[in-house]
């Protein structure tokens, strides 16, 4: 949903219309200070429910937030943010330290403490919103892992996993498995925090928790790889196959046919993409994983009723 866009206002209502929207939204209870170029502030701001999950996105021309303790004692329901740079680059600070964000970076921010953030020339900023109550874990943990994050392995799994969604946030709003993918996320910055505060006593159950959504994750993102199966996905998970085969079962999954499903649907879309035009059907297959294409196009029409070439044919 858009909430601002300058470009259709005067010049002279952009800072009043720019400070509304910030301080009623998810950015409440800041000090705004603009940075005003020769041509004027700009700015545009959209905002959207991901299955519970608020996702803000703000590109606009150089500006700063500052949140005092004041600021702080007025906010009831403080939240924790988690934000990527996809443009220019950002300073944060709190209590002393300091983050420059660039787009290869992930940043933590725990409303319900002081801090600074800004950026000079026009640049961009995507965040997701969490609850204190939602990520469930101690305040300490939170702020231990602030400026942590790159510390962690998972850093760059949830990078991705987070440009993504932002990416296709709207679509992904709409779609009926928005509160299942919420609820990923969710688990996904939970162990990534608790994992960049190094807190074993927390980090135990909660990276438990959240192996299979880690491990779904990793695994999505390595449909392509022909070796990708459960010994793999143990290995860089540091568990057993067994013990992966377990939690497995007690979520209903069956970790082999979800792999397949996956790489059948990615197979699918890509089939029927105008892009892929030039590719053989096989050179398709090898892109989702598959390196046997007869076995492929058995699969293929098991899932979907219908063979690759036939179903490629009617989507041209």
């Known amino acids: ?18 400070r509304e929207v910030l301080t ?10 603009h940075e005003v ?5 700009h700015g545009r701001m959209e905002g959207v429910q991901v299955g519970g999950l608020t996702v803000f996105t703000s590109q606009n021309t150089g500006f700063r937030l500052v949140r005092t303790p004041r600021h702080v004692r007025r906010e009831s329901s403080p939240l924790v943010a988690v934000a990527v740079q996809p ?17 290869t970076d992930l940043m933590l921010n725990d409303l319900n403490r002081p801090h600074d953030f800004s950026w000079t020339g026009t640049a961009a900023s995507k965040t997701v919103f969490f609850t204190h109550d939602q990520l469930g874990l101690p305040a300490d943990t939170v702020r231990a892992a602030t400026f942590r994050l790159r510390a962690s392995p998972l850093h760059d ?11 296709d946030a709207d679509r992904l709003a709409l779609d009926p498995g928005a509160p299942a993918l919420a609820h990923a996320t969710l688990e ?20 438990a928790d959240t192996l299979l959504t880690r491990v779904l994750a990793y695994a999505r993102e390595h449909l392509a790889d022909p070796d990708l199966d459960a010994r793999r996905l143990a290995h ?14 007690r979520a209903g999954v069956s970790l082999e046919q979800w792999i397949i499903t996956q790489r059948l649907e990615g197979a699918r879309a890509a089939l029927a993409s105008p892009a892929n035009a030039h590719l053989t059907i096989a050179a398709v297959a090898r892109r989702w994983g598959f390196t046997q294409p007869t076995h492929f196009s058995r699969r293929f029409r098991e899932a979907f009723g219908t063979t690759p ?8």
């Open 236 to 249: 860089v998970h540091h568990v057993s196959v067994r013990h992966l085969y377990q939690v497995c079962e």
């Open 309 to 316: 070439r036939e179903w490629r044919q009617r989507r041209s």
């Open 157 to 167: 799994l949830v990078h991705r996993h987070l440009t993504a969604l932002f990416a």
């Open 1 to 18: 949903m858009l909430l601002l866009d300058t470009s259709t206002l005067p010049a002279r209502d952009r800072v009043e219309a720019f």
């Open 37 to 41: 170029p020769p041509e004027g502030l």
């Open 87 to 103: 443009l220019g680059r950002g300073r944060f600070e709190l209590e002393g330290e300091q983050q420059l964000v660039g787009p």
């Open 188 to 207: 996904l910055v939970r162990a990534l925090l608790v994992s960049a505060a190094d807190d074993r006593a927390v980090g135990r159950p909660v990276l």
């Open 24 to 33: 009623n939204g998810s950015t409440r209870n800041h000090r705004v200070i």
